[in-house]
Structures are given as C-alpha cells and as structure tokens.
C-alpha cells in the first residue's frame, strides 16, 4: 500500500511558477512508476508526466520545457516544477504511482492539488 499526499498547489499568475510535490508514504517509490496528472473542469483527466524507476521521464508535448519532474527516492517524494505557467494550465493536479507484476497491477492516487493561473 502506498498513501500519497500532494502539495504546493496555489493560484500564480500567467509567466509564474509553482514546484509541486508528493510525499508517499507506506512503502517505498523506488519499485514505482511515479506520474503527475491533471484535470481541467468540463475534461479528462490526462498524463503530464512520467518516471520511471530509473529516473527516466517523459512529457506531454504542451508542457515541454515549461515542466520538469523530479523524485527523491531517499525522501520518498516526488516533484513537479512548473515555471512558464499558463492559464490552460489550470486544473487539479494528481500524484500516481503504479507497478506492475507479473499478475497484476497495482495503482495509487493522491487527493488532488489545485493549480490556477490567471491571466
């Protein structure tokens, strides 16, 4: 069982940055494929970004070179920084860790942080 708990969430304005993080709890992130998600109101709840136990991270194509994930594994905590921020940014913010075995998969979400920014 992994708990996961956002933070750093807050209203910015347009141009601004935000660094938000998660903290996991229960058992250690280092097995996990660690993500940000985001949900817009009205819209799906869409990936951001990845990374993956070793370190290697990947992005959807609206938040590269704005966006930057990051984790700690000896402070259990993941991290996204957000610099650039746009108003189409605005949504909540997820933290999910996943890992598969060889039966099955085993998903974990945090409570949500919201970001907005204002133009």
């Known amino acids: 069982q992994v708990q996961l708990v956002e933070s750093g969430g807050g209203l910015v304005q347009s141009g601004g940055s935000l660094r938000l993080s998660c903290a996991a709890s229960g058992s250690g992130i280092g097995d996990y494929f660690m993500d940000w998600y985001r949900q817009a109101p009205g819209k799906q709840r869409e990936l951001v970004a990845r990374?993956?136990?070793?370190?290697?991270?990947t992005y959807i194509e609206s938040v590269k070179g704005r966006f930057s994930i990051s984790k700690d594994n000896a402070k259990n905590s993941m991290y996204l920084q957000m610099n650039s921020l746009q108003p189409e940014d605005t949504a909540v913010y997820y933290c999910?860790?996943?890992?598969?075995?060889?039966?099955?998969?085993?998903?974990?979400w945090g409570q949500g942080t919201q970001v907005t920014v204002s133009s």
């Open positions: 999910h860790a996943f890992k598969i075995g060889l039966l099955s998969r085993r998903d974990y």
């Open positions: 990374i993956d136990r070793g370190g290697s991270t």
